[in-house]
Each structure stands twice: as structure tokens, then as C-alpha cells.
């Protein structure tokens, strides 16, 4: 994996502002921002897959950016409907709980461990679905269908086939969001163009790593 040119790839497209302000800018529209984010994830991941030199997004694939990110936030809202259902029940016990204790002091010792077993569960899930989700959206670049990316016995396989390269990109998942989090530092706004740019990267690693993988002996 070549990490230094997934870092500086952008900046080798002389109109890498342009892309980057624009979704930027897309990251105040709730929904809209998130989905071109993913898009732009996706579309540069499949670029570099298939080899292409410049995968850089253009500003005339925004079509193909929101298309992508779409299919994106519908494989992440699959995968991460158990983490969605715990939360909706556990919120559901804790409103009944408020609203139980009536004009009474709500019952803090029973709010306090509900929220502590919605952690101590949302934490290992979390763990786990974050690595699947990676690689159910490398089988989506790798193949253009959301089935493909949800058939979880597949994706299992190959985290199994390929474990090493998978954890790693999940890793450096976590450094490209620590990356994109270090806009805020200088300025609240400078965020939304720092999660752009970590945003591309990621998507850069996840391609070379479907690659790596799709090339490996024991895909053969």
C-alpha cells in the first residue's frame, strides 16, 4: 500500500480546490453533504481499482458522486440496522422510564445503567461492523451492486482470505478521520474541506486495497 500517494494524489489535479470546495460546501445540506462524501469515497476507490492514473473525482461527475453515495448510505444503514435497532429500543425503555416516574424524580440509577449497557453493547458492535462495512463497499466497487456488497457471507470470506489488509485499511480508516477532524482545530469551518480531503484519501487506500486484494494468490 502506498500511503504517500494517497495522501498527495490530490493535490497532483490542478483543479483539486474546485472538487474540494464544492463538497465542502455540500457538507452544510444535511443528508446531501454525508451522500456526496460517500460518493466521493466510492468513485475514487473504483478509479484507483481499475487503475486509472487521475482519480480524482471531477466536478462533471457529481451526477456520478451523489448517484455512488446514495448506493453508499443504503449498504452503511444495512449494516449498521443492528447498532439502529439497540439504540431505538433502549431509547424507547429510557423515555418510558422519564415518563413513568411521573412527577417523581426520575429514577437516575435506572437511566445511568441503561445508558451503560447501550455502550457496553455499542462498542464491540461497532468493532465489528465497521471492518465488514469497508469491505462490503469494496465488493460494491469492485462489482457495481449493493447485493454483492451485503451478502455477508462474502465478506466474511474474504476478511478471512485477507485479513491483514483489510485491518489495516480500517485503521487507517481511523487516522483518516482523525485527519479530517483537524480542521476544527484552526477553524469550525475549516472542517468541512479537511473531511473532504481525508474523505479522498480513505477512498484512495480502499481502492488500492481491493486491488492488492483482487490480485492476491489467494484470490486466484
Known amino acids: 500500500m502506498n500511503l504517500t500517494h494517497a495522501f498527495s494524489f490530490v493535490f497532483d489535479d490542478p483543479d483539486w480546490w474546485k472538487l474540494i470546495l464544492v463538497i465542502g460546501l455540500l457538507q452544510c445540506i444535511p443528508i446531501i453533504g454525508q451522500i456526496a462524501l460517500l460518493g466521493c ?10 487503475g486509472n492514473p487521475q482519480p480524482l473525482p471531477r466536478l462533471n461527475q457529481l451526477g456520478a458522486v451523489l448517484s455512488d453515495g446514495v448506493y453508499g448510505l443504503l449498504i452503511a444503514i444495512v449494516y449498521y440496522l443492528p447498532i439502529l435497532a439497540i439504540v431505538c429500543i433502549l431509547s424507547c ?12 424524580e426520575p429514577q437516575f440509577g435506572i437511566i445511568f445503567s ?3 449497557c447501550l455502550n457496553l453493547l455499542l462498542i464491540p458492535l461497532i468493532l465489528i461492523i465497521q471492518p465488514l462495512l469497508i469491505i462490503g463497499s469494496g465488493r460494491y466497487i ?4 449493493v447485493t454483492a456488497a451485503l451478502q455477508l457471507g462474502e465478506v466474511v470470506a474474504l476478511l478471512r482470505r485477507n485479513p491483514a489488509e483489510w485491518l489495516v485499511l480500517w485503521l487507517l480508516s481511523i487516522v483518516c478521520n482523525f485527519v479530517g477532524g483537524l480542521g476544527s482545530i484552526i477553524f469550525i469551518v475549516g472542517s468541512l474541506f479537511t473531511t473532504v480531503y481525508a474523505a479522498l ?13 483482487a490480485s492476491s494468490p489467494s484470490q486466484q
Open 41 to 50: 469515497i466510492l468513485l475514487t476507490a473504483r478509479a484507483v481499482a481499475q
Open 201 to 213: 484519501v480513505f477512498g484512495h487506500l480502499l481502492g488500492q486495497t481491493v486491488r492488492q486484494v
Open 142 to 145: 469492485q462489482t457495481g451492486s
Open 93 to 104: 425503555i429510557l423515555v418510558a422510564t422519564i415518563v413513568s416516574s411521573g412527577n417523581n
Open 114 to 116: 441503561l445508558m451503560f
